[in-house]
């Protein structure tokens, strides 16, 4: 378990994702993003039945992320923090780095839609860049998830597939991320 001090009020720390938790990631998922299945670069990916990390924040379940290792990749599949600004978004991602170094992991990437421009910028200060657009992919992705709406955060057309990965090179750091991470 790991545990990091953000502000003088709260508390996070980030615990393995357990059958415990499926109920209310299943709900989670189901409001904010139309259900568990997640579709990233023509897969389809049951999120309940992916490993992962809850960070808790005072006790309480404040994100949780989800992630799929194949061969040398690691593909951060989901990411949804229940309060923003807290730092369960970096916890969460630097349990993943952390679960995808351990099992020997040369590259973790992660997609996201071009509307979701929170995420792009929590990311980029993350330290992942931008590796791919890939033009028009959302259409192929509501074939395998009809629920994906047309039109996604303020007011922005869904339609492509936005590929970053976070750089192998540790002195690339950034000014968000955790101290030791």
Request: aromatic share 6%.
């Amino acid at each position: 378990m790991t545990s990091l001090d953000h502000d003088q009020k709260s508390h996070v720390t980030v615990r393995q994702l357990t059958v415990a938790d499926v109920t209310w990631v299943r709900k989670l998922f189901t409001e904010r993003w139309g259900g568990v299945i997640s579709v990233s670069r023509g897969v389809a990916h049951d999120t309940t039945a992916l490993p992962g990390f809850v960070a808790l924040l005072d006790g309480e379940r404040a994100g949780v992320v989800t992630y799929r290792i194949a061969g040398q990749e690691c593909e951060l599949v989901t990411l949804d923090s229940v309060r923003e600004g807290a730092g369960a978004g970096t916890a969460l991602v630097d349990a993943v780095a952390g679960a995808a170094r351990a099992a020997g992991v040369v590259r973790l990437w992660l997609v996201t839609t071009n509307d979701n421009l929170r995420a792009l910028r929590f990311y980029q200060r993350y330290g992942f860049d931008l590796v791919a657009v890939h033009r028009d992919a959302v259409a192929g992705s509501r074939e395998l998830k009809p629920s994906i709406p047309e039109i996604g955060l303020d007011g922005i057309p869904i339609r492509h597939e936005i590929e970053l990965e976070l750089p192998s090179n540790p002195g690339r750091v950034s000014r968000t991320r955790s101290p030791g991470c």
